[in-house]
C-alpha cells in the first residue's frame, strides 16, 4: 500500500487531503471495493491535447491500481459554461456540439485509459430530471457568499465586468456531479480547485463521505504563460501528426523544458534531476527539446515516427529544406493567395493571412510574398510555405 500511495501522490500539485486518500485505499483493500474516481470533461473541442492528458495518465494510475475512472460528460453544464479562469462570460455549447465532439474524443480517451476500468457518464442524466423543486433545494446548499469567494467572479466584479447568474450555477450543479455518482476521489488540474471543493462539501450536506480531491499541475501552452488551452489555440493534440507535433514542442520556449519532461513526456526523478543538471551545465537547450519532443511522440505514436519526425525537422528547419510529404491542393488560375491560405486552414481569418504576409513569413517555392494582393497564376507545381510549419503543394487547376 505504502508503495501505491506513493505512486498516486506522485506529479500532484495539492491533494485534500493525504490522509484521508490513504484511509480509503486502506477501506477499498479491506472492502474489495474498488475506489470511484471522478473526472470532468469539458468537451468544448474535439482534441485532447497534452495538458488535459496530465489528469487522465493519473486516472490511469489508479485504474492500474484496481480503481474504476467515472469519466463525467458535462452536456448539462456546458450549456452554462465553464467561468473557471474567465475574464469574462464563457460562451455555452449545445447538447449536439457535446455529442459530436465525444465521438472523437471517446477513442482518442482509449488511448490513454482502461476501457474496462472505465464508466463514462453524461451529467444531464441526472440535472435535468431535477426540476424546479429539485434545483431550488439543490441551490439551497450553498451561499452566494460562498460562490462569490471564486477570484475569478471577485475580479470580474472590481473591474466592473458582469456576472451572470447562470455562471454562478456552475460550481453547483458541477459539484452535484460528485453526489451523483458517488464519487470517492475526484481529480482535476489545480485552476478547478474551487469548483472541487465544493464537490466535496456538497457530499457532506447530502450526508456523503466527502471525496478526496487531487489537482494535478497545469501544463504551459507553446508560448509559456497561459496553460495549455483549445480556447488559446497554444495546444498540441495527442492525435496530432508526428511531425507537427514534433515541430510544436520544438518551439517551446527554454523554461518550459522541466516542465514538458515531468507532465508531457513522463519523464521521472532521475530524468528531471539530469536535465536540470545539463541545464546547468549550459548545454545546448534545443538538444534537449529534442529529446524531450522525441519522448512524446514515442509516447503516442512510436520510436520509428519520433525518429521520422526528428529527421523531417532537421531537414526543414536545420538545413532549409521542405518534407517530403504535404497536402496537396489544386487551385485555379489568378486566385488570390489569401484566399488559398484561408479557404485550406492555413490560417484562421484573410485578416491574419494578410498579416502573415506582411510579417514575411509566407512563400512560394522559396520565394517571400511582399503583395497581399498576390494573385496565382501557376505554369506548374509550386510549394506554399505559411508560417514555420504549414506546407501545401499548389497544383494549377
Not at 489537482?215 to 501552452?221: A, K, R, T
Amino acid at each position: 500500500m505504502p508503495d501505491t500511495l506513493a505512486k498516486l501522490m506522485r506529479g500532484v500539485q495539492e491533494c485534500l487531503t493525504e490522509e484521508e486518500l490513504k484511509a480509503k485505499l486502506e477501506d477499498s483493500r479491506k472492502d474489495h471495493r474498488p475506489l470511484r474516481v471522478k473526472l470532468g470533461i469539458d468537451a468544448t473541442g474535439p482534441d485532447i491535447h497534452l495538458g488535459f492528458a496530465v489528469p487522465l495518465r493519473k486516472l490511469r494510475d489508479f485504474q492500474d491500481a484496481g480503481h474504476t475512472a467515472v469519466l463525467i460528460v458535462g452536456d448539462f453544464t456546458a450549456m452554462i459554461g465553464d467561468p473557471s479562469g474567465r475574464s469574462k462570460t464563457r460562451l455555452p455549447l449545445s447538447r449536439e456540439e457535446v455529442e459530436r465532439n465525444m465521438t472523437r474524443y471517446e477513442r482518442q480517451l482509449f488511448r490513454i485509459l482502461d476501457r474496462k476500468r472505465t464508466e463514462v457518464r453524461f451529467n444531464s442524466e441526472w440535472s435535468e430530471p431535477l426540476g424546479t423543486q429539485g434545483v431550488l433545494k439543490l441551490l439551497g446548499k450553498y451561499t452566494v457568499s460562498q460562490i462569490l469567494q471564486r477570484e475569478d467572479f471577485s475580479r470580474r466584479l472590481a473591474e466592473g465586468n458582469p456576472v451572470f447568474l447562470h455562471e454562478l450555477l456552475y460550481p453547483i450543479f458541477q459539484a452535484y456531479d460528485s453526489v451523483a455518482v458517488k464519487a470517492d476521489v475526484e481529480l482535476g488540474g489545480y485552476d478547478q480547485r474551487l469548483n472541487l471543493i465544493v464537490g466535496r462539501e456538497l457530499q457532506r450536506e447530502f450526508g456523503q463521505p466527502a471525496q478526496v480531491i487531487m489537482m494535478m499541475p497545469l501544463l504551459e501552452g507553446l508560448s509559456g504563460g497561459a496553460k495549455m488551452s483549445k480556447s488559446y489555440d497554444n495546444y498540441v493534440g495527442i492525435e496530432e501528426e508526428p511531425r507537427e507535433m514534433f515541430g510544436k514542442l520544438m518551439s517551446i520556449p527554454d523554461t518550459l523544458l522541466e516542465q514538458y519532461f515531468e507532465l508531457a513526456g513522463l519523464a521521472d526523478e532521475a530524468k528531471l534531476a539530469e536535465v536540470r543538471e545539463r541545464l546547468a551545465s549550459g548545454e545546448n537547450p534545443r538538444d534537449l527539446k529534442a529529446e524531450m519532443a522525441r519522448m512524446v511522440v514515442t509516447l503516442y505514436h512510436s520510436k520509428d515516427a519520433a525518429r521520422d519526425a526528428e529527421a523531417e525537422f532537421a531537414k526543414v528547419f536545420a538545413q532549409g529544406g521542405v518534407p517530403d510529404e504535404m497536402p496537396e491542393i489544386v487551385v485555379d488560375p489568378g486566385i488570390k493567395l489569401v484566399e488559398v491560405i484561408c479557404r485550406n486552414g492555413l490560417a484562421p481569418s484573410k485578416a491574419e493571412a494578410k498579416r502573415l504576409i506582411k510579417q514575411g513569413a509566407v512563400s512560394v517555392d522559396g520565394e517571400r510574398v511582399a503583395d497581399i494582393d498576390q494573385a496565382l497564376s501557376l505554369n506548374s507545381t509550386v510549394v506554399l510555405r505559411v508560417g514555420k510549419r504549414r506546407f501545401v503543394r499548389l497544383i494549377p487547376g
